[in-house]
């Protein structure tokens, strides 16, 4: 076969002024152009780019690897040829693997050898240093716009061999990994030569290849990326049939918006796309009207909503493709019914055939099959010794059209449960398996909130008592659980036992059936879903002393625990130990069942043994027991605790002229806010070098992932450091000691941002990190520099004003100060709020006793989405949360008791480094100085409800009710409101907080923020939130 690059030398010289690409160019105001990329200029840049690899790797050996890692942008194509040209096999790992699963395909290639793009260098050094026997060699590649400067070759540019043949492996790509780690895969030079004939496969008379209109179509928008076989199909495309493809800018996410902006201005005839884009196209009120001056859409990879379909194909075709890394696509013919756009129709010269499941005759497996001119077969290039190709995808039949075939899943065990977590069963039945006394186990779950299992016991052992049958197999499966992610536990309210006479369907082979078994216990299924899950997981409490209530609470809290609980003792805090808010749901149930009353809140509240005993005792009884202390005197107790500052012998020196340039430790880089501030850290000529704090180990990988998600370019790793560590510990946790060392001598900022948010912990389960504000006070403290401390506090820690400090003379309206005020009484009434109070309490204390020379506390105020960048809103959080619940329940309310102050991400960002620079240079406060980062301009909620229910009136139509009435609405289904309805409506489990903000709605709170303002050119600029804002934040919720 003629080699690809050759094909290029021929191209530039016959065909020089030909457009290979349109790739995008982005200004520095972030508008995007593009601009054509010839044949002529793919040459140059191929030269180049084969002469780099040359220079810095040096020639490749036979069958010698190197890989590739970049952004998606023409630099994929030309490493590909490059490489080959260079003697190498290009390898393409994605980007979204684990660490893990691209050292395996390292590991498995032989490959030493990485080039990447300077986006992806902390990815390349964690494998790096994760896999010294590697010995990697990573050399990062030039950027676009060099490669694509005139190069003249010299005596060293690699030609590059002329041909290869058939069987000769060209690249290798890989398995997805969805079920273990991903394989290598080495797709052959058969499979190029085959792509360069596909448009001439023979078709039966009158019909069309699906294929001929992709490859041959005037110019594709192609949002497929190229370490993908789906993106690989459009550069063989653009040499072998010297059809051009428009790129998206690879430092922009790929967003619905952008692809229309992309249509808008290059104009292609087709776009090929993932369905998942092109549904959030069809949600755009200019999506349709766009995607009709399209020829055809293409889509491949999963399938498409059928309403969404169906509206595409009624202003445009609609055609969709299949295939996989080991067979390439599998040939298909255009439908002769457009509405039949779901469905395949196999070409005959594929050699597929459909064969019948044994779980369920109405499916079939697709098979390729040899045939005895294997022209057309892709996956025999790459399998020369097979003779059939079983693909484990499975169809449906058309009802009434024979020969056509809709995708119907995977014959994989994958259980992908209603949030979308995909789990796979297959370890976690088999350590069951493992106990004498099953036969069988089956893991359910699917299109449900949480794992089951169901057990088929030994025939000894049918028919016995459940609660004793699962007694005797539970440590196998507490032993599965603590293998599995949180979101894949099985609780022992989801395990169930099959009936006598319905044992497990089985294959002739004898391995379980697994969806025949799943119908067979259909109607069981669907019933142990529906019911409390909680029946009999407890004894009864009725009648029990509290030594009796104390053994009920501690076996359910075991109960959910699970293998965590042998940490457990009365006083272990259960969230310290891991439980999260499913299992808070799940031991408040319990308790319920066994007579007691317990919500959530209680659980939240008293998270101990011994507090929860005392909770639902007193709740039983009535009676309050003795010594309960104050929610104040427990802050006093902990700040004392943490704020033990010996006298200091001689004052504190004075603060030194600030640095021309300035160090930042950021403690917390990795979440919504943190990126955001780490990006304006960066784009800061006031700031030199920035050190993450993050106690994640792969917090390189995150923040990269964070940035991508949000659009915010590259980060530069010159500047940039990253640590693995925690506050909580000594020396930060740090690793290395000198690492601290070295902190400490050039740190000039600390900026406290790293806190777990949850409304409903109590303040002890925040000891940790209050812990973590002493011991920075400490690292200022022993530093030369004496770094300035910035807190990210949090306006909760103010809430209560109103209920301690307001008046009746005051009139309605309360203005919450910008001064610090030490008043234990004024956090809300909630852990998160106290421990934000007790924290700044302590930097305070160290501030007073001169350990430290000045503190900026930043009480920040709800944060929204951002408004210029992209990066979406935290669906977990209260507001998101009440959209979610309001689309379900089809009532949203027509007002809110709390002010719209909120303030988007990325500006709060931008004030937080404003007020962390403008505060260091007046830091000659003996108090902390206090900021409220909250919005000067306030809007009333009314003003955005009408495009609220605008947004979403094309499906559904949304009533405006009172604030009260939507509450209690809430209030009257969450008493036995199932795990369905808490996922479709997650205000249910902010109840309490949706509650307590009503009930606080008795004044009209105010935040001065004047002194923010003077101090922060970003809140000086701050607008109100706008119905635009809001219309692009539910875009991006997708609810």
């Not at 699970?562 to 408040?588: E, H, P, V, W």
Request: charge should be negative; include cysteine.
């Amino acid at each position: 076969m003629l080699s690809p690059t050759v094909l290029v030398d021929r191209l530039a010289a016959e065909k020089p002024n030909n457009v290979w690409m349109k790739s995008p160019i982005t200004s520095a105001q972030g508008e995007t152009h593009w601009e054509d990329i010839t044949y002529s200029q793919l040459k140059n840049a191929l030269d180049a780019m084969s002469d780099f690899i040359i220079q810095h790797l040096g020639p490749g050996s036979p069958d010698e690897v190197v890989a590739y890692m970049g952004v998606n942008d023409v630099r994929y194509p030309l490493v590909i040829l490059a490489a080959l040209k260079a003697g190498y096999k290009p390898l393409l790992p994605s980007p979204r693997n684990s660490k893990e699963g691209n050292l395996a395909l390292l590991k498995t290639t032989k490959c030493s050898k990485f080039l990447f793009s300077a986006e992806f260098l902390p990815q390349i050094a964690t494998l790096s240093v994760s896999m010294p026997s590697l010995k990697l060699e990573p050399v990062q590649v030039p950027a676009v716009d060099e490669l694509l400067k005139p190069f003249t070759p010299t005596s060293a540019t690699p030609k590059g061999p002329a041909s290869f043949s058939d069987h000769e492996t060209l690249m290798i790509l890989h398995t997805s990994g969805t079920t273990g780690l991903p394989k290598p895969i080495h797709i052959k030079a058969g499979v190029f030569a085959t792509f360069e004939t596909i448009t001439s496969i023979p078709t039966p008379p009158g019909r069309t290849s699906t294929h001929c209109s992709l490859f041959l179509t005037r110019l594709v928008l192609s949002v497929a990326p190229f370490f993908h076989i789906f993106g690989i199909n459009f550069l063989l495309r653009s040499l072998y049939y010297q059809k051009p493809v428009v790129l998206l800018p690879a430092h922009k996410p790929p967003t619905a918006e952008l692809i229309l902006e992309c249509i808008v201005k290059t104009n292609p005839s087709a776009l090929a796309s993932a369905p998942s884009m092109i549904e959030d196209i069809c949600r755009l009120p200019s999506g349709l009207s766009v995607l009709s001056t399209l020829d055809f859409v293409f889509y491949g990879g999963a399938p498409l909503a059928e309403a969404c379909g169906n509206q595409i194909s009624n202003v445009t075709s609609v055609y969709n493709g299949i295939g996989s890394t080991e067979a390439f696509f599998f040939p298909t013919l255009l439908l002769n019914d457009p509405k039949d756009w779901q469905y395949f129709e196999w070409n005959p010269e594929s050699g597929l055939v459909m064969e019948p499941t044994e779980e369920n005759p109405r499916l079939a497996e697709a098979v390729i099959k040899r045939r005895p001119d294997e022209k057309y077969q892709f996956v025999f290039w790459n399998f020369s010794e097979l003779q059939e190709w079983w693909t484990h995808d499975l169809f449906e039949e058309h009802p009434t059209k024979k020969g056509l075939w809709k995708f119907a899943g995977r014959l994989d065990d994958i259980i992908v449960l209603s949030n979308g977590e995909k789990v796979n069963p297959v370890a976690f039945e088999k350590i069951v398996d493992g106990h004498p006394w099953v036969q069988g186990a089956l893991m359910l779950g699917v299109g449900h909130f949480q794992a089951g299992l169901l057990i088929e016991p030994s025939s000894d052992h049918q028919g016995d008592n459940r609660e004793e049958f699962i007694d005797k197999i539970w440590p196998l499966i507490e032993e599965a659980n603590a293998e599995y992610p949180a979101y894949a536990r099985v609780w022992r309210s989801t395990v169930m036992l099959t009936k006598p006479e319905k044992p497990f369907k089985r294959a002739s082979k004898g391995s379980t059936m697994r969806q025949a078994t799943y119908k067979l216990y259909e109607d069981e299924i669907e019933k142990l879903y529906k019911e409390q899950e909680v029946v009999d997981e407890a004894p009864s409490a009725a009648g029990q002393s509290i030594a009796g209530v104390q053994e009920v609470v501690r076996k359910a809290i075991r109960s959910v625990l699970g293998s965590r609980a042998a940490k457990l003792t009365d006083d272990a805090n259960i969230f310290q130990l891991g439980a999260d808010s499913l299992q808070a749901l799940q031991l408040s149930r319990i308790l319920t069942s066994s007579g007691l009353k317990c919500n959530a809140k209680t659980v939240y509240d008293n998270p101990t043994v011994s507090q929860l005993t005392k909770a639902v005792s007193v709740s039983e009884t009535s009676q309050q027991p003795e010594n309960i202390i104050s929610r104040e005197e427990r802050m006093s107790a902990m700040i004392y605790r943490y704020s033990r500052f010996p006298k200091l012998a001689s004052p504190p020196s004075p603060p030194k002229s600030p640095p021309a340039a300035f160090n930042v430790l950021l403690i917390g880089s990795t979440g919504s806010l943190g990126s955001y501030v780490l990006k304006e850290l960066i784009d800061t000529p006031e700031i030199s070098q920035i050190f993450c704090l993050n106690r994640s180990s792969n917090a390189p990988e995150r923040q990269q992932k964070s940035f991508e998600d949000r659009g915010l370019g590259p980060i530069p790793s010159s500047q940039v450091h990253f640590f693995t560590g925690e506050t909580s510990a000594p020396n930060f946790g740090l690793e290395f000691p000198h690492d601290f060392a070295s902190l400490q001598q050039q740190t000039d900022i600390i900026i406290i941002n790293a806190w777990p948010v949850n409304f409903n912990s109590p303040l002890e389960s925040f000891e940790p990190v209050i812990a973590g504000a002493k011991r920075c006070a400490d690292f200022s403290s022993g530093s030369a520099r004496k770094p300035h401390i910035v807190f990210i506090s949090s306006i909760a820690s103010t809430l209560n004003w109103p209920a301690v400090r307001h008046t009746p003379e005051d009139g309605n309206e309360i203005i919450i100060g910008e001064d610090w005020d030490p008043d234990n009484s004024l956090p809300a009434k909630q852990g998160y709020g106290e421990s934000k109070h007790v924290a700044a309490s302590i930097l305070s204390n160290a501030l007073n006793a001169g350990h430290i020379n000045s503190v900026a506390i930043l009480r920040v105020g709800q944060l929204a989405g951002a408004a210029e960048k992209s990066g979406v809103w935290n669906r977990q959080e209260w507001l998101p949360s009440l959209l979610k619940t309001s689309t379900t329940l089809l009532k949203l309310p027509s007002s809110l008791p709390s002010p719209i102050d909120w303030v988007p991400t990325d500006l709060a960002a931008r004030a937080v480094v404003d007020l962390s620079l403008s505060s260091h240079h007046s830091s000659t406060s003996a108090v902390p100085q206090t900021f409220n980062l909250v919005n000067p301009h306030i809007v009333p909620w009314s003003l955005l409800v009408p495009g609220i229910q605008e947004f979403y009136a094309p499906t559904r139509k949304i009533e405006a009710i009172p604030y009260a009435d939507w509450v209690d609405e809430l209030k009257g289904i969450s008493p036995t409101a199932t795990d369905e309805q808490i996922e479709q409506m997650p205000a249910l489990k902010l109840l309490d907080f949706f509650e307590g903000l009503n009930a606080a709605a008795t004044a009209e709170v105010r935040f001065a923020t004047a002194h923010a303002v003077a101090k922060s050119k970003a809140m000086a600029g701050l607008g109100g939130i706008t119905g635009r804002m809001m219309r692009k934040w539910m875009e991006e919720w997708k609810f």
